[in-house]
């Protein structure tokens, strides 16, 4: 299981590393580029391409199911993006 955060561009990003601050009470006091530093070496964050890349290296590892935790319930457009990643690692 692995958390994500996802964004169709650094910006949105950035916008939804925001909105997570408002979810995750130590997120609370950071700027929203702090949030990603904070969360990138645990959670798959950015852009579909660049999670993918980034789920090819475990992939390649010998990972065959990622089970991936949304945080924000009501963001159906990150959960549109993240589908979108299937395609990028096929």
């Not at 916008?15 to 700027?31: F, M, Q, V």
């Not at 798959?44 to 319930?73: C, D, K, S, Y």
């Amino acid at each position: 299981m692995q958390s994500y955060l996802v964004g169709t561009n650094e910006n949105e990003v950035l916008e939804r590393a925001a909105l997570l601050r408002e979810l995750l009470p130590p997120l609370r006091e950071l700027e929203a580029s702090e949030v990603l530093n904070a969360l990138e070496p645990m959670w798959f964050v950015g852009t579909p391409e660049r999670i993918a890349e980034r789920m090819r290296g475990f992939i390649n590892l010998g990972v065959e199911l990622f089970v991936l935790e949304h945080w924000m319930q009501d963001d159906r457009d990150a959960l549109k993006l993240v589908a979108s990643i299937a395609a990028e690692i096929a």
